[in-house]
């Protein structure tokens, strides 16, 4: 079935160290990848998107890698710090729904000081 | 603030009661959503409303229902709830295309946190 699914349930990474989330995706057939932040006590929060035919995208202190190859997402935050330490999701917005999005499980991030 | 507050943020209920949900968004958005969030579940679709109509019921059982008055608010009527319903229920809203690309970026409130006792 689709499915879009997340590798690492927790991640714990140094404060100061970059962090890399990723996210597997079973389906092709969708226009915009998005990836969402949710802390604790808060919906989930917008955080950067990337476009099915681009391979990279970069934001303040993150970025997305889209591989279409492998069906692989993953989301980089430079210098991270204690504020990044939340839930990280990754979703997929298909080509054919406009308004359904499909969310994987997320992946928690900790971060040590 | 995202732009879209929901009430109340808390909510304890029996199994006998009957409550509703609010939400509200600021954004002027023409979609809402309303989404169960368990415990190591992903994010749940329970209902779309797109300009007003409900578009989307992911076959949610019916002590849930929705209500859609205009495209700022958004209700979730609840009664007669089970154990298993205790949950975070997200409210969202985006503004949806009416032909592809489709970029569907959703804003979501804070959520109800919903025990049901």
């Known amino acids: 079935g689709e499915s879009v699914g997340l590798h690492l349930p927790t991640l714990s990474v140094q404060e100061g160290d970059n962090s890399i989330i990723n996210c597997a995706y079973s389906?092709?057939?969708?226009?915009?990848f998005i990836w969402y932040k949710q802390e604790s006590g808060k919906g989930p929060q917008f955080i950067i998107d990337?476009?099915?035919?681009?391979d990279k995208r970069q934001g303040q202190r993150v970025t997305v890698l889209l591989n279409k190859t492998v069906k692989h997402l993953s989301l980089q935050i430079a210098a991270t710090q204690p504020g990044d330490s939340a839930v990280y999701f990754c979703?997929?917005?298909?080509?054919?729904?406009?308004?359904?999005?499909?969310f994987g499980s997320g992946t928690r991030l900790l971060v040590r000081p | 603030e995202t732009g879209v507050t929901q009430t109340p943020r808390h909510l304890v209920m029996g199994m006998t009661n009957k409550k509703s949900l609010k939400c509200e968004q600021h954004?002027?958005?023409?979609?809402m959503y309303w989404y169960k969030q368990s415990a190591k579940k992903p994010l749940e679709l329970m209902f779309v409303y797109s300009l007003e109509e409900r578009v989307e019921n992911n076959s949610v059982p019916s002590r849930f229902s929705p209500e859609c008055p205009n495209s700022s608010h958004l209700f979730l009527h609840l009664h007669t709830l089970q154990p298993e319903d205790s949950a975070l229920y997200l409210c969202?809203?985006?503004?949806?295309?009416?032909?592809?690309?489709?970029?569907?970026?959703?804003?979501f409130g804070a959520g109800t946190r919903l025990s049901v006792l």
């Open positions: 969202a809203s985006s503004q949806v295309a009416s032909s592809p690309p489709y970029k569907n970026i959703q804003y």
């Open positions: 990337i476009r099915s035919n681009m």
């Open positions: 954004l002027g958005h023409n979609a």
């Open positions: 389906n092709s057939a969708s226009d915009y």
């Open positions: 979703a997929e917005n298909r080509m054919d729904s406009s308004y359904k999005l499909i």
